[in-house]
Protein backbone atom coordinates (compact mmCIF):
# COMPACT_ATOMS: atom_id res chain seq x y z
CA UNK A 1 0.00 0.00 0.00
CA UNK A 2 2.70 2.71 1.11
CA UNK A 3 4.42 1.51 -2.42
CA UNK A 4 1.48 2.88 -4.07
CA UNK A 5 0.72 5.82 -1.98
CA UNK A 6 4.19 6.49 -3.15
CA UNK A 7 3.88 6.16 -6.70
CA UNK A 8 0.44 8.38 -6.90
CA UNK A 9 1.97 11.19 -5.02
CA UNK A 10 5.02 10.91 -7.26
CA UNK A 11 2.79 10.94 -10.43
CA UNK A 12 0.79 13.63 -9.19
CA UNK A 13 4.42 16.00 -8.16
CA UNK A 14 5.13 15.20 -11.88
CA UNK A 15 1.74 16.02 -13.26
CA UNK A 16 1.62 19.59 -11.70
CA UNK A 17 4.53 21.32 -13.57
CA UNK A 18 3.46 20.12 -16.92
CA UNK A 19 -0.34 21.62 -15.87
CA UNK A 20 1.18 24.94 -15.68
CA UNK A 21 2.28 24.95 -19.46
CA UNK A 22 -0.83 23.63 -20.49
CA UNK A 23 -3.78 25.68 -19.84
CA UNK A 24 -4.73 28.79 -21.49
CA UNK A 25 -4.43 31.17 -24.51
CA UNK A 26 -1.37 31.43 -27.23
CA UNK A 27 -0.18 32.97 -30.65
CA UNK A 28 3.04 32.02 -33.15
CA UNK A 29 4.35 32.01 -36.09
CA UNK A 30 6.06 29.61 -38.03
CA UNK A 31 7.63 29.91 -41.10
CA UNK A 32 8.75 26.64 -43.17
CA UNK A 33 9.01 24.90 -46.38
CA UNK A 34 6.04 24.58 -48.53
CA UNK A 35 5.69 21.79 -50.77
CA UNK A 36 3.37 21.73 -53.95
CA UNK A 37 2.64 18.66 -56.14
CA UNK A 38 0.80 19.84 -59.19
CA UNK A 39 -1.03 17.36 -60.98
CA UNK A 40 -2.89 18.09 -64.90
CA UNK A 41 -5.62 16.88 -66.13
CA UNK A 42 -3.19 15.24 -69.34
CA UNK A 43 -1.58 13.08 -66.96
CA UNK A 44 1.33 15.75 -66.48
CA UNK A 45 2.55 16.46 -63.25
CA UNK A 46 5.31 18.50 -61.04
CA UNK A 47 6.41 19.41 -57.78
CA UNK A 48 7.95 22.43 -56.36
CA UNK A 49 9.36 24.08 -53.08
CA UNK A 50 8.40 27.77 -52.18
CA UNK A 51 8.72 29.64 -48.70
CA UNK A 52 5.83 29.02 -46.80
CA UNK A 53 4.59 31.05 -43.09
CA UNK A 54 1.75 31.19 -41.03
CA UNK A 55 0.37 33.22 -37.88
CA UNK A 56 -1.89 31.32 -35.49
CA UNK A 57 -3.61 31.10 -31.91
CA UNK A 58 -4.97 28.71 -30.17
CA UNK A 59 -6.52 27.99 -26.67
CA UNK A 60 -5.74 24.50 -24.51
CA UNK A 61 -8.64 23.92 -22.52
CA UNK A 62 -6.28 21.24 -20.25
CA UNK A 63 -2.66 19.51 -20.81
CA UNK A 64 -4.01 17.25 -23.34
CA UNK A 65 -6.93 18.86 -25.26
CA UNK A 66 -7.45 22.62 -27.19
CA UNK A 67 -8.47 24.23 -30.36
CA UNK A 68 -6.21 26.37 -32.93
CA UNK A 69 -7.17 28.46 -36.05
CA UNK A 70 -4.65 30.37 -38.23
CA UNK A 71 -3.90 31.99 -41.58
CA UNK A 72 -1.43 30.02 -43.60
CA UNK A 73 0.76 31.36 -46.81
CA UNK A 74 1.45 28.54 -49.14
CA UNK A 75 3.90 29.98 -51.34
CA UNK A 76 3.87 29.58 -54.84
CA UNK A 77 4.71 27.48 -57.42
CA UNK A 78 6.29 28.66 -60.94
CA UNK A 79 6.99 26.99 -63.91
CA UNK A 80 8.00 28.93 -67.62
CA UNK A 81 8.36 26.91 -71.04
CA UNK A 82 9.74 28.03 -74.37
CA UNK A 83 9.28 25.33 -76.79
CA UNK A 84 11.69 26.60 -79.38
CA UNK A 85 9.05 26.82 -81.87
CA UNK A 86 7.79 30.57 -80.82
CA UNK A 87 4.94 28.79 -78.17
CA UNK A 88 6.53 30.51 -74.95
CA UNK A 89 5.22 31.17 -71.83
CA UNK A 90 5.17 30.64 -67.90
CA UNK A 91 2.53 29.99 -65.07
CA UNK A 92 2.23 31.22 -61.36
CA UNK A 93 0.31 29.43 -58.93
CA UNK A 94 -0.23 30.76 -55.37
CA UNK A 95 -1.89 28.79 -52.41
CA UNK A 96 -3.33 30.58 -48.87
CA UNK A 97 -5.11 28.88 -46.27
CA UNK A 98 -7.49 29.61 -43.27
CA UNK A 99 -7.51 26.54 -40.75
CA UNK A 100 -9.29 25.30 -37.37
CA UNK A 101 -8.71 22.77 -35.67
CA UNK A 102 -9.09 20.86 -32.65
CA UNK A 103 -5.90 20.32 -31.22
CA UNK A 104 -4.26 17.11 -28.92
CA UNK A 105 -1.23 17.08 -26.90
CA UNK A 106 1.07 14.27 -25.13
CA UNK A 107 3.46 16.10 -22.66
CA UNK A 108 6.69 13.87 -22.48
CA UNK A 109 8.68 15.96 -20.06
CA UNK A 110 8.24 19.21 -18.32
CA UNK A 111 9.30 21.16 -21.14
CA UNK A 112 9.25 18.37 -24.74
CA UNK A 113 5.71 17.61 -26.05
CA UNK A 114 4.38 15.99 -29.23
CA UNK A 115 0.92 17.25 -30.31
CA UNK A 116 -1.27 16.28 -33.57
CA UNK A 117 -3.94 18.39 -34.81
CA UNK A 118 -7.71 17.77 -37.36
CA UNK A 119 -9.57 19.81 -38.42
CA UNK A 120 -10.77 21.68 -41.49
CA UNK A 121 -9.21 24.64 -43.98
CA UNK A 122 -10.36 26.78 -46.51
CA UNK A 123 -7.80 26.92 -49.20
CA UNK A 124 -7.53 29.48 -51.81
CA UNK A 125 -5.53 29.25 -55.01
CA UNK A 126 -4.75 31.76 -57.35
CA UNK A 127 -3.34 30.64 -60.93
CA UNK A 128 -1.67 33.44 -63.58
CA UNK A 129 -0.45 32.19 -67.12
CA UNK A 130 1.03 34.13 -69.34
CA UNK A 131 1.58 32.46 -73.06
CA UNK A 132 2.89 33.85 -76.25
CA UNK A 133 2.50 37.19 -74.47
CA UNK A 134 -1.78 36.76 -73.52
CA UNK A 135 -2.68 37.25 -69.62
CA UNK A 136 -5.12 34.85 -67.83
CA UNK A 137 -5.90 34.52 -64.24
CA UNK A 138 -7.87 32.40 -62.34
CA UNK A 139 -9.08 31.52 -58.46
CA UNK A 140 -10.51 28.79 -56.68
CA UNK A 141 -11.97 28.23 -53.04
CA UNK A 142 -12.09 24.63 -51.19
CA UNK A 143 -12.73 23.62 -47.86
CA UNK A 144 -11.01 20.46 -47.03
CA UNK A 145 -9.78 18.39 -43.98
CA UNK A 146 -6.42 19.25 -42.66
CA UNK A 147 -4.05 17.57 -40.26
CA UNK A 148 -0.71 17.89 -38.85
CA UNK A 149 1.79 16.79 -36.68
CA UNK A 150 4.51 18.22 -34.05
CA UNK A 151 6.93 18.78 -31.52
CA UNK A 152 7.51 21.56 -29.20
CA UNK A 153 9.95 22.30 -26.04
CA UNK A 154 9.69 24.79 -23.70
CA UNK A 155 12.15 27.51 -23.02
CA UNK A 156 9.85 28.91 -19.79
CA UNK A 157 6.42 29.04 -18.98
CA UNK A 158 5.14 31.74 -21.68
CA UNK A 159 7.27 30.32 -25.10
CA UNK A 160 8.12 27.61 -26.24
CA UNK A 161 9.85 26.44 -29.91
CA UNK A 162 7.52 24.54 -32.47
CA UNK A 163 8.12 21.92 -35.48
CA UNK A 164 5.48 20.96 -37.49
CA UNK A 165 4.15 19.34 -40.36
CA UNK A 166 0.74 20.15 -41.71
CA UNK A 167 -1.33 18.66 -44.81
CA UNK A 168 -3.71 21.43 -46.57
CA UNK A 169 -5.23 18.76 -48.81
CA UNK A 170 -5.72 19.79 -52.52
CA UNK A 171 -7.97 22.36 -54.71
CA UNK A 172 -9.12 21.34 -58.11
CA UNK A 173 -10.30 23.79 -60.69
CA UNK A 174 -9.92 23.71 -64.67
CA UNK A 175 -6.81 21.04 -65.73
CA UNK A 176 -4.71 21.16 -62.56
CA UNK A 177 -5.26 19.84 -58.97
CA UNK A 178 -2.77 21.38 -56.31
CA UNK A 179 -1.81 19.54 -53.02
CA UNK A 180 0.14 21.25 -50.66
CA UNK A 181 1.73 20.84 -46.90
CA UNK A 182 3.94 23.02 -44.91
CA UNK A 183 7.20 21.64 -42.84
CA UNK A 184 8.18 24.68 -40.24
CA UNK A 185 9.33 25.89 -37.66
CA UNK A 186 8.34 28.63 -35.33
CA UNK A 187 7.68 30.00 -31.81
CA UNK A 188 4.48 29.43 -29.72
CA UNK A 189 3.65 32.53 -27.07
CA UNK A 190 1.61 31.31 -24.19
CA UNK A 191 -0.52 33.74 -22.09
Known sequence: MKKQLSLLAFGIATALPLSAFAEGAYVGVNAGRANHKVHFDDGESAKDNATGYKLYAGYNFNQNFGVEGGYTHLGKY??????????????????RALYVAATGTLPLSEQF???????????????????????????????????????????????????????????????????????????????
Open 78 to 95: SDSWDDGAGDSGSETIKG
Open 113 to 191: SLFGKLGVTQNRVKASIVENGNFASASKSRTTGLFGVGASFHFSRNLAAVLEYENYGNVKFSDVKLKANLVSIGLRYAF
